[in-house]
């Protein structure tokens, strides 16, 4: 089995110097095209710098994490340790996406409140092992999808505050309490923090195959089982994300989230 999975993983990406030209060429166009259109929220470029960045960032972080990660699941606190970074590490990027002031520290809690309980319940009713091999993917995908779901809603909810500052002084004119005001106008907005994760949920199989599904079969499992495995992935992050949106919304109409 393990000679079928390397081969099939090589066949699939070779991991040679072919591989490494291309992924410079895709981060150098990339960049490019930032910095030439100028996508940045302030026309400048750089959106660009930030894309060489993050290329240049996620290939040491997936390096190291590549030579550490055998050792780290074989190690209980070790693992617990992991997966607080992993968490810190998402709350931070989520908080300072939304705010730079020192507010920031509250994007921890629409990260932790939905993936905490899920992966608790899953471990506790045997669906995930507690085992790292099987534990730091399955949170590590939770956490991202929460960790994107926190800041598009956080970042839509506090835009469309800003923008619309006189429809909340006039629900507050009409006797609604600052929260309820703030409600009104940011909830509409920040739901479409949703949208990624339907849209990836209702095209699956038919637009994409996602990672876990292609993973599983070049680990020799059946379609059956890595479809059961990617639709149990995509409803968990379903769950993870409606209440990340709800909890960053309530951060935000409550003024915990802000950029006063």
């Known amino acids: 089995m393990p000679d079928r999975t390397l081969a099939a993983s090589s066949t699939l990406l070779p991991v040679d110097?072919?591989?490494?030209?291309?992924l410079v060429a895709l981060l150098v166009v990339a960049a490019a095209v930032a910095a030439v259109c100028r996508l940045a929220p302030d026309a400048s470029r750089r959106r660009a710098r930030d894309i060489v960045v993050a290329g240049v960032r996620a290939t040491v972080q997936l390096g190291l994490v590549s030579l550490v990660i055998g050792w780290v699941v074989r190690h209980g606190a070790a693992l617990l340790g992991f997966l607080l970074l992993m968490f810190v590490v998402a709350a931070r990027t989520a908080g300072r996406r939304i705010t730079p002031n020192r507010s920031w520290v509250w994007a921890a809690l629409p990260i932790a409140a939905p993936v905490a309980p899920v992966v608790g319940a899953l471990v506790a009713s045997g669906l995930l092992p507690s085992r790292g091999?099987?534990?730091v993917p399955v949170t590590g995908i939770l956490i991202g999808g929460a960790l994107t779901a926190t800041?598009?809603?956080?970042r839509r909810a506090l835009d469309e505050l800003t923008a619309r500052k006189g429809e909340v002084e006039a629900c507050l004119?009409?006797?609604l309490l600052p929260h309820e005001a703030h409600l009104e106008i940011a909830r509409p907005a920040a739901s479409d923090a949703l949208l990624p994760g339907l849209d990836q949920t209702r095209t699956v199989g038919l637009v994409t195959l996602p990672g876990a599904f292609v993973g599983m079969l070049l680990g020799g499992a059946s379609p059956v089982t890595a479809g059961a495995v990617q639709l149990f992935v995509l409803v968990a992050l379903m769950a993870v994300q409606a209440i990340a949106v709800a909890t960053t919304v309530e951060l935000v109409a409550w003024g915990r989230l802000h950029r006063g």
């Open 133 to 135: 091999i099987a534990l």
């Open 151 to 154: 800041v598009l809603a956080g």
């Open 17 to 22: 110097g072919v591989l490494a030209g291309v």
């Open 173 to 175: 004119s009409l006797g």
